[in-house]
Structures are given as structure tokens and as C-alpha cells.
């Protein structure tokens, strides 16, 4: 059974710096592009980044509104995804997910979701 568990969320005044972490099992973690994915408060759900590790190297991609001041990475011997968020704005406050893909490839496709942590940016 694939099982995606996040941590790492909490409550962060504007400019401050969380690390999330996401918990993979019940698959070969090492074979599939991983993301990051965020829903605001009364908003739809953003693709934040995306990150495949293969054989030439790994492959990082970033949206523009976080460029610059997140670093999605992972470490395949552990089964884990992360998401080092530095800079935090308020507009950065959502439920943070991270998601599955269901290959190895950059398309923004999912097949299994965790079950999100709350990050807040506030004063």
C-alpha cells in the first residue's frame, strides 16, 4: 500500500524558514518524480515543485512564485521528500502536499497524495 505522510508544517512569522518532509512506503521511491503541492484558503490547488532523480542526474523545477526560495530535494536511501522553504510570505499559507507520479518523467501527473500539513505565515 503506497503511503504519503508530511510533517514539517507550522505556524511562521513572514521572512522565517520551515523544512517539510514527506514519509514514502509501500513503493520503490527511487523510481518516480516526486512534487510538491500546496491548496490556499479558498483557493485551488498550486503545483509547487517537482523534483526526478535517474541515472544522469537529478531534475529540479520550481514555480515561479516560489523560485528562488524553496529547494525541493530527496533522499532515496531514506524514502524521503523535502521541501526546505526559506523566505516565507504570507501568501505562502496552504495545506502542503506532496504527491506521487506515476513515472519518472517531468509531466504533472499523480497518483497518490499524503494527506497535507498546514504551513502559516503570519506576524
Known amino acids: 500500500e503506497v503511503q504519503l505522510v508530511e510533517s514539517g508544517g507550522g505556524l511562521v512569522q513572514p521572512g522565517g524558514s520551515l523544512r517539510l518532509s514527506c514519509a514514502a512506503s509501500g513503493f520503490i521511491f527511487s523510481n518516480y518524480a516526486m512534487s510538491w503541492l500546496r491548496q490556499a484558503p479558498g483557493k485551488g490547488l498550486e503545483w509547487v515543485s517537482i523534483?526526478?532523480?535517474?541515472?544522469?542526474?537529478?531534475?529540479?523545477n520550481y514555480a515561479d512564485s516560489v523560485k528562488g526560495r524553496f529547494t525541493i530535494s530527496r533522499d532515496n536511501a531514506k524514502n524521503t521528500l523535502y521541501l526546505q522553504m526559506n523566505s516565507l510570505k504570507p501568501e505562502d499559507t496552504a495545506v502542503y502536499y506532496c504527491?506521487?507520479?506515476?513515472?519518472?518523467?517531468?509531466?504533472?501527473?499523480?497518483?497518490?497524495w499524503g494527506q497535507g500539513t498546514q504551513v502559516t505565515v503570519s506576524s
Open positions: 523534483i526526478v532523480s535517474s541515472g544522469s542526474g537529478v531534475t529540479e
Open positions: 504527491a506521487k507520479s506515476p513515472g519518472q518523467g517531468l509531466e504533472l501527473e499523480y497518483d497518490y
